[in-house]
T-cell receptor, first 109, second 113 residues
Framework: KNEVEQSPQNLTAQEGEFITINCSYSVGISALHWLQQHPGGGIVSLFMLSSGKKKHGRLIATINIQEKHSSLHITASHPRDSAVYIC???????????FGSGTQLTVLP | NAGVTQTPKFQVLKTGQSMTLQCAQD?????MSWYRQDPGMGLRLIHYSVGAGITDQGEVPNGYNVSRSTTEDFPLRLLSAAPSQTSVYFCASSPTGWSTEAFFGQGTRLTVV
């Protein structure tokens, strides 16, 4: 079983919809990252969380340490939000990131 | 501020050839890592460095070498390319061991034929 599980793997939404992407992990962590990857492009960091909630524009990220779960929400989704969203957790004695396999989001106009 | 710069962006190699993927950052970050990204899988750690002169193996190090002679540069060497090394490679850096921000390069798409 992967240490980091994301759901759904694929998500198609209509412009304007509220979107939720989930990330569950099985180990104790000290930080969790949400990343965005556009087609053919690089990876951009959206959030780093160790507790609670963060908001940036239309993006909101939450984490529940006790339940080992994080969510990324996108309000008023737009076609430019179409990308792969990746969850990564910082854990272990080597203190390296472990990545989920990503959620492919497509927002239709 | 250029961030993390990877070169080349695309590369095609023949089986058995060697090459070096370049990674440079201008943010004075101590932590740097190389990952490979394959379809349906999360990014996997190849090698990492916690400072100049210090490197260590990640999850999938076989067939790759790294060195860290300066804080800025962290090249990844493919010793004898194999088709299994066809992948997209990302370099990343962090000022504090990934407990704050993580910065990624644009990626190198490598095809080994």
């Amino acid at each position: 079983k992967n240490e980091v599980e994301q759901s759904p793997q694929n998500l198609t939404a209509q412009e304007g919809e509220f979107i939720t992407i989930n990330c569950s992990y099985s180990v104790g962590i000290s930080a969790l990252h949400w990343l965005q990857q556009h087609p053919g492009g690089g990876i951009v960091s959206l959030f780093m969380l160790s507790s609670g909630k963060k908001k940036h524009g239309r993006l909101i990220a939450t984490i529940n340490i006790q339940e080992k779960h994080s969510s990324l929400h996108i309000t008023a989704s737009h076609p430019r939000d179409s990308a792969v969203y990746i969850c990564a957790v910082l854990s272990g004695s080597a203190r390296q990131l472990t990545f989920g396999s990503g959620t492919q989001l497509t927002v239709l106009p | 501020n250029a961030g993390v710069t990877q070169t080349p962006k695309f590369q095609v190699l023949k089986t058995g050839q060697s090459m070096t993927l370049q990674c440079a950052q201008d943010m004075n970050h101590e932590y740097m890592s190389w990952y490979r990204q394959d379809p349906g899988m999360g990014l996997r750690l190849i090698h990492y460095s916690v400072g100049a002169g210090i490197t260590d193996q990640g999850e999938v190090p076989n067939g790759y070498n790294v060195s860290r002679s300066t804080t800025e540069d962290f090249p990844l060497r493919l010793l004898s390319a194999a088709p299994s090394q066809t992948s997209v490679y990302f370099c990343a850096s962090s000022p504090t061991g990934w407990s704050t921000e993580a910065f990624f390069g644009q990626g190198t798409r490598l095809t080994v034929v």
